[in-house]
């Protein structure tokens, strides 16, 4: 299979500042979105240093002997780590964060680390399915049976989450592996995407651009620009293409299924 993937970062319509970073390198199967916060713009250092380091991490220098969990944790954990050493040299940024969302694609498979309340989704079959669970407090009441879906996308307190790199010296990211089959699209994003639309919308959007990641990911941040664009809006979207490999799962060299497709920051 190939995946090409696109991806857009948007102040929207309210914030004076885009605290969101993105990453797409479709030459190594990586994409990422990372949503910053912090005073005195220290939002933005913590996602482009979060981006920065799982760049180097998965990109220009990654280990070719470890699966992609395993890749993926230690890139989460040097991205934790770039943060704290920013926070060390300028004490100001004290107090920054970001969450994270990484998708690492090899072979027939792709997987998923996240941190905080960046999602993935999946759109298959005509159906959009929820691949990660955010790390929000209004998601935790929700589990505790406290709150509904519909009362928690109305909570003042929606945007408080109870994990993020740069809050403590140790980070746990969930990880969860997607095989996945032609067809598939998978879509990456920041909560100001998913608190301005909902995800029956997101759905037809992607479904409206008939599998072609730029034009889905154009029509996503506009949607969520049009419905008030409340906040920094971030769209990943990457579609699986052609044959399953039937010697993906014996290739050993990373990276060798996926196209360079096109790209854009
Ligand atoms: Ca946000």
């Known amino acids: 299979m190939r995946y090409v993937g696109h991806g857009r970062t948007d102040r929207g319509r309210v914030r004076p500042h885009n605290e969101d970073c993105i990453l797409v390198e479709p030459a190594h199967g990586v994409f990422a979105v990372a949503d910053g916060m912090g005073g005195h713009a220290a939002g933005e250092v913590a996602s482009r240093t979060a981006i920065e380091e799982i760049r180097d991490a998965l990109c220009t220098d990654r280990p070719a002997d470890l699966d992609a969990p395993e890749l993926l944790r230690r890139a989460v954990e040097r991205s934790n780590l770039g943060i704290a050493r920013a926070i060390e040299a300028h004490p100001e940024y004290r107090g920054m964060g970001t969450t994270l969302v990484v998708a690492l694609f090899e072979g027939d498979s792709c997987w998923i680390a996240h941190v905080g309340d960046s999602r993935a989704y999946l759109v298959r079959d005509g159906r959009i399915d929820q691949l990660t669970t955010d790390h929000s407090f209004v998601n935790e009441l929700v589990r505790l049976g406290m709150l509904s879906r519909e009362q928690a996308a109305r909570d003042p307190r929606r945007n408080v989450v109870t994990r993020a790199l740069g809050s403590s010296q140790v980070v746990v990211p969930d990880i969860?592996?997607?095989?996945?089959?032609?067809?598939?699209?998978?879509?990456?994003?920041?909560?100001?995407?998913?608190?301005?639309?909902?995800?029956?919308?997101?759905?037809?959007?992607?479904?409206?651009?008939?599998?072609?990641?730029?034009?889905?990911?154009?029509?996503?941040?506009?949607?969520?620009?049009?419905?008030?664009?409340?906040?920094?809006v971030s769209v990943v979207v990457v579609a699986c293409q052609g044959a399953p490999d039937p010697e993906a799962a014996r290739r050993t060299a990373p990276n060798a299924a996926i196209d360079p497709g096109e790209t854009s920051r």
């Open 176 to 232: 969860v592996e997607v095989p996945l089959s032609p067809g598939d699209i998978l879509l990456l994003c920041s909560d100001g995407l998913n608190t301005m639309v909902e995800d029956g919308e997101i759905l037809s959007l992607v479904r409206s651009a008939g599998g072609d990641p730029e034009t889905a990911t154009d029509r996503l941040v506009e949607a969520a620009n049009a419905a008030g664009g409340e906040d920094n």
